[in-house]
């Protein structure tokens, strides 16, 4: 089997990198010289200087996977859509809103050409890990690509297997991909999930910042002794590495901040700012137009937001409104603020 890929970025190049290992051929391209430079792959993944010249060198049902931005999309399409036959498939697996994919699709659909829009989770580790898969469209589309699809996943030996399954043969969710639903569904999967994901690093955060702000506060339930040396602050990074191990907490991502807070327990060249790639953003809204409650997901997003010092006016409203009614004095801002 041979695919194309166009988007050489964190992801891109890792997927073209696995499928290699797997024998999969894969001819890439990116917009970016240096991104095409850069490919170090197996023999079975070739540069291709051009989208047409990418299309030109796959053998005919052709399969082409667009791994670039959101906003990029639209453009990676043209770029390859004159150059494509009826039949051919069109895979968007970025992180794309779910309601452009329809419109995608039947773009695609007035070249004969099928879309599938493909969710895609694992990271800049997923080369190694395998990607988890949501998948969104035509199923025939998908049977075609399903050589592809279990050599990016990361198998059944990621997870154990449910007893709760029982009577029901595991299908290839079991395996990390799955064909969600039609046009739209692998991307609305994708943008839940990540949604899902900003309240779990959030609440990582919160924890981490109780247990690195108590100091020693968690044992001050009496004066102490005049000579009593003061209480020891927390090791945050050794905590985190004990709940790594057989705590109901336990996860990918509070692996990866023990990694962080192991390797600097202060995290001195992280940004307290935070940012969001829309994903966020996205999920709150389609709760709010379809009348879902998402607390959790609301507060994660807003507190990125807060991250970013957007809440500092609010913060001198309120504290003027004390000062105001009840001449509560408050924390000056520090000079040049």
Known sequence: M???LIGLGRMGAGIAARLGAAGIECVVHDVSPQARAAVSAPATVSVAESPSALVARLPAPRAIWLMVPAAAVDDALQSVLPHLDAGDIVIDGGNSHPAEAAPRAARCAGF???FLDVGTSG?????DRGYCLMIGGDPQAVQAL??????????SDAAPPLAAIGARVAGSE???WLHCGPTGAGHFAKMVHNGIEYGLMAAYAEGFNLLARAGGSFAATAAPAPDAPAPAALDVAAIAELWRRGSVIGSWLLDLAAAELAADPALGDA???VGDSGEGRWVVQSAVD???????MAAALFSRFDSRGESEFADRVLSAMRRAFGGHGGAQPPPGS
């Open 271 to 273: 940004s307290p700012r």
């Open 174 to 176: 079991s395996r990390g």
């Open 146 to 155: 399903a050589p592809v699809f279990e050599a990016l996943a990361p198998g």
């Open 2 to 4: 041979k695919l194309g």
């Open 112 to 114: 004969g050409v099928r």
């Open 123 to 127: 990271g800049i580790h997923g080369r």
């Open 290 to 296: 379809l009348g879902v409650p998402v607390p959790v």
